[in-house]
C-alpha cells in the first residue's frame, strides 16, 4: 500500500479548460442544467461534490468577510425587488452592452466592445463567418417577468442583476438595528440573473449566479483609504486559500470601462486557461447609490454623525464576487497531475478548508472486520468533520477517486488497527503516511484544518 503510493514524478502544467470541464462531470461536481432535453446554454447544476465545494467558498468568504469582524453585518434580500429600484440605481438605463448582429450566413450576435478588444484596427466583421456587422444596439441585460396574473408594464418586474441593491435599500433598517456607524458593512451571499450576450468558459460566465458582495459604508474622506484596504483584504483572502500569488493580480479600470456608479475600480484577475480574466470587482462607488435612492424614494439615507453635528451621506466601498467564477478558480488552481508507479494522477490539490470532504475512511479489505472497524471510526469522525466511508475497488483505486475530489486526509483501517487501535493517515499532496490512534484522529484532523496551508504547487 505504501510503497505503490509514492510519486515519481509531478509534471506542473497549465490545465486546460477541458479538463476542468471533465473531471467536474466524472465526479459529479458540476452538470450541464437540463441535460435530458439536450441542455439550456451557459446554465450549470452543482452535484454533491459541487454543492459542498461551493459552500466551502461561500463559508470561508462568510467567515473572513462577517464572522470574523466587529464591523460588518449580515442582510439577505429578496430577488424581486420594487421596480422603482432599477431606475434609482441607473440599471434600467446603463446596464446596457452594446450588440451586434452577423449580417452575413451565421447571424450570430455579438458584443461590440468585445469584437473590438479582438480586432483593434479597422472595420469590425463576424469572427465566425466574416460577415458584416449591423449598427450597435444597447441591449439591457436584465430578465424580466410579471408579477400577478395580467402580463403588462405595470406588473414588470426584474430578476436582480446584482445584490447590492437590496442592500442600498435596506440602509436605514439596518442602520437602526444594528447599532452600527461608519465604518461599516453589510454583506449579501445571493443570486442573481444578467441576459449576458456571450455567456461561455464554462461557470466563468452565466446568466444566473451567485454573488457574494459586501457594501462597507465610510465618511467621504477615507473612501480611498478604504478602497485601497480592501483590494489588499481580498488580495490576501484568495492567496490564504491557495490560490498562487502569481495567478492574480489587480488591475486598475480606465476611465473608459468604468460602470456607470463607480468613482474607481480595480479588478481582481486571475489567470484562467483563458488568460487573464476578471475574478472580482472592487469599487469605490461614492455616495451614487444612497443619493439615488434617497431621490426617488423620497427617504433620507444617510448618518447623522453626532459628534461633528451634522449628517452626511457615506460612501461605498463595494468588494464583489461571483461564487462560480471563485469556484472555478479555485479549481483551476488546484487541478494537479503527478505519476505514481507509471500511472498518471489526477489530483485536486485545494486548500483542506475549500476540499468538499476532508478525510475518507478506508478498509484496506473488505475482510477481517476492517469493514465494520472502518464504519464504526468513520460514523464517530463525521460527526467533527466532513468524512466519507469508501469499501468498494482496490486501495488504489479508492485513494485515485479521493484525490480527484481533492480530499486531503485517507484514514486507511488495516490490520494494524485491530491490533492497536492506530490507524494510517495519507496526506492527499505529500502521501505521506503516519500512524495515528483513532482516540485522537477527530482532534488532529480538526487541528489539520486549522494551521495555515500552502499550496504544494509553488515548491
Ligand atoms: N455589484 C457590483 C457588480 O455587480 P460586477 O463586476 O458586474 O460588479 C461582480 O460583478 C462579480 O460577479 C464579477 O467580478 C464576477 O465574479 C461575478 N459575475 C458577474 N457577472 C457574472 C456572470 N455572468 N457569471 C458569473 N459570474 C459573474
Known amino acids: 500500500m505504501t510503497a505503490a503510493d509514492q510519486p515519481t514524478e509531478t509534471v506542473t502544467r497549465e490545465v486546460t479548460l477541458d479538463e476542468v470541464v471533465a473531471l467536474s462531470k466524472r465526479r459529479g461536481f458540476i452538470f450541464q442544467s437540463s441535460e435530458i432535453y439536450g441542455g439550456l446554454a451557459s446554465t450549470y447544476d452543482y452535484g454533491h461534490y459541487g454543492v459542498l465545494l461551493r459552500n466551502?467558498?461561500?463559508?470561508?468568504?462568510?467567515?473572513?468577510?462577517?464572522?470574523?469582524?466587529?464591523?460588518?453585518?449580515?442582510?439577505?434580500?429578496?430577488?424581486?425587488?420594487?421596480?422603482?429600484?432599477?431606475?434609482?440605481?441607473?440599471?434600467?438605463?446603463?446596464?446596457?452592452?452594446?450588440?451586434?448582429?452577423?449580417?452575413g450566413e451565421c447571424k450570430k450576435r455579438w458584443r461590440e466592445d468585445d469584437l473590438r478588444e479582438r480586432q483593434p484596427e479597422g472595420e469590425l466583421k463576424c469572427p465566425e463567418c466574416g460577415g458584416d456587422l449591423s449598427e450597435p444596439r444597447r441591449f439591457n441585460l436584465m430578465f424580466e417577468t410579471h408579477m400577478g396574473p395580467v402580463q403588462d408594464d405595470a406588473s414588470t418586474v426584474y430578476l436582480r442583476p446584482e445584490t447590492a441593491q437590496g442592500i442600498f435599500v435596506n440602509f436605514k433598517n439596518v442602520l437602526q438595528f444594528a447599532r452600527k456607524k461608519p465604518p461599516f458593512g453589510i454583506a449579501q451571499i445571493g443570486k442573481?440573473?444578467?441576459?449576458?450576450?456571450?455567456?461561455?468558459?464554462f461557470i466563468f460566465r452565466t446568466r444566473e449566479f451567485e454573488m457574494m458582495e459586501l457594501e462597507y459604508f465610510v465618511p467621504p474622506g477615507v473612501a480611498p483609504e478604504w478602497h485601497r484596504r480592501w483590494m489588499d483584504e481580498r488580495m490576501r483572502w484568495f492567496t490564504d486559500l491557495g490560490i498562487r500569488p502569481d495567478h492574480i493580480r489587480l488591475r486598475e479600470h480606465g476611465p473608459d470601462e468604468l460602470s456607470h456608479y463607480s468613482r474607481a475600480t480595480s479588478d481582481i484577475e486571475y489567470l484562467f486557461p483563458m488568460g487573464w480574466s476578471e475574478l472580482e470587482g472592487i469599487a469605490n462607488r461614492g455616495d451614487y447609490d444612497l443619493t439615488r435612492h434617497a431621490e426617488f424614494s423620497g427617504e433620507k439615507l444617510e448618518y447623522f454623525d453626532q459628534q461633528a453635528g451634522e449628517a452626511y451621506v457615506p460612501h461605498v466601498?463595494?468588494?464583489?464576487?461571483?461564487?462560480?467564477?471563485a469556484t472555478l478558480a479555485f479549481i483551476v488552481d488546484a487541478y494537479d497531475t503527478d505519476e505514481i508507479e507509471g500511472?498518471?494522477?489526477?489530483?485536486?490539490?485545494?486548500h483542506p478548508r475549500l476540499a468538499p470532504v476532508k478525510a475518507a475512511v478506508l478498509p484496506l479489505v473488505s475482510k477481517a472486520g476492517m469493514p465494520d472497524r472502518a464504519r464504526?471510526?468513520?460514523?464517530?469522525?463525521?460527526?467533527?468533520?466532513?468524512?466519507?466511508?469508501?469499501?468498494?475497488?482496490?486501495?488504489?483505486?479508492?485513494?485515485?477517486?479521493?484525490?480527484?475530489?481533492?480530499?486531503?486526509?485517507?484514514?486507511?483501517?488495516?490490520?494494524?488497527?485491530?491490533?492497536?487501535?492506530t490507524v494510517t493517515l495519507r496526506d492527499r499532496d505529500s502521501l505521506e503516511q503516519s500512524r495515528v490512534p483513532i482516540a485522537g484522529l477527530?482532534?488532529?484532523?480538526?487541528?489539520?484544518?486549522?494551521?495555515?496551508?500552502?499550496?504544494?504547487k509553488l515548491d
Open 192 to 201: 442573481a440573473f444578467r441576459n449576458e450576450i456571450t455567456p461561455g468558459n
Open 376 to 421: 464504526a471510526v468513520y460514523e464517530e469522525l463525521r460527526r467533527r468533520v466532513p468524512a466519507e466511508y469508501d469499501e468498494g475497488g482496490s486501495i488504489g483505486r479508492r485513494y485515485r477517486r479521493q484525490d480527484e475530489i481533492g480530499t486531503p486526509w485517507g484514514v486507511t483501517v488495516d490490520g494494524q488497527t485491530m491490533e492497536d487501535d
Open 442 to 456: 477527530a482532534d488532529e484532523l480538526a487541528a489539520r484544518l486549522e494551521r495555515p496551508w500552502r499550496s504544494p
Open 317 to 325: 466601498i463595494e468588494p464583489s464576487v461571483g461564487v462560480d467564477r
Open 56 to 103: 466551502n467558498v461561500k463559508g470561508e468568504w462568510w467567515r473572513t468577510v462577517v464572522q470574523e469582524r466587529d464591523d460588518v453585518v449580515a442582510l439577505d434580500a429578496a430577488i424581486l425587488m420594487h421596480p422603482r429600484t432599477w431606475e434609482a440605481s441607473g440599471h434600467l438605463e446603463g446596464f446596457t452592452d452594446p450588440l451586434v448582429q452577423c449580417l
Open 343 to 350: 500511472r498518471e494522477r489526477t489530483v485536486l490539490r485545494l
